[in-house]
């Protein structure tokens, strides 16, 4: 399907009549010795583009491709922008899709420098743009749920590069990613509150959790899931015209 705005001439995108965007939010840093650099938009750019491919009318607009990686930047290749340069340039994507008359939006993220920033340039578009929708998926939160019990071996699934991330990565562009170098590195951390750490408190290697159990059919599984959710959602909202107000509830109605 030609959704993708990065491919298609100005003639293709009007012929397109699109009404949403869905915007892949990735990183450029390091993954351990066995995943490739640009992995969180490697699989944040892959999930939106099938997630479009289901959603008729959604634009998919070109990865945030270096974001913020500081914590990330004793291991190479680690790019990062600030803080606040990520959430402008967020802020600047989506104000761009407003700009072409799409308010419309989905962000999909796979990198948790991304959280903050997102946040920051999704709480500034609703000030300015009160009538946008903007819908926001840290697709790796709140997934576990939705999978088979005891889906992960180990640590949760979680970690950087971990059995988590190491499965969607196998699954959908193995053949960039060397099982052989991989690890598995368990931090010892608080388990209710956060600890704010410096990746290179954690490993030696730019890696972290389980990646020796990631698999290739583990993560067709959870990229399948997420993308049924993601659309499912899509087509509800779709279904009431993007209107989530309260019915009788809300103060301030989308116009
Ligand atoms: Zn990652």
Known sequence: MVN??????????????????????????????????????????????????QCEGMLVLPPLQVSYSKHYDSF?????????????????????????????????????????????ATRCIKEKYPNARIMACDWWVGISKHLPENFFEIYNGMGHGGEFETSAAYYLFKELCKPEHAANIIPELPEYIEAKWDFSELTDRGQTGGALAGTE???????????????????????????????????????
Request: overall charge negative; hydrophobic content about 35%; charged content about 25%.
């Open 217 to 255: 059919e583990k993560g067709k599984i959870m990229i399948e899931t997420a993308v049924s959710l993601i659309v499912k959602d899509i087509k509800a909202l779709e279904a009431k015209n993007w209107d989530y107000t309260t019915p009788g509830h809300c103060q301030k109605p989308l116009v």
């Open 76 to 120: 190479p290749f680690s790019m990062s922008l600030g803080y606040e340069t990520t959430g402008r340039v967020i802020y600047d994507y989506i104000e761009s899709a407003i700009r072409n008359g799409i308010d419309r939006i989905l962000l999909i993220s796979n990198h948790d420098g991304n959280i903050a920033p997102c946040e920051y």
């Open 4 to 53: 993708e705005v990065m491919y298609m001439t100005s003639m293709q995108y009007k012929e397109g009549k699109f009404d949403k965007v869905v915007i892949p939010l990735g990183s450029t840093e390091s993954h351990g010795y066995h995943l490739p650099i640009g992995c969180d938009t490697l699989i944040a750019s892959k999930l939106a583009k099938r997630v479009a491919d």
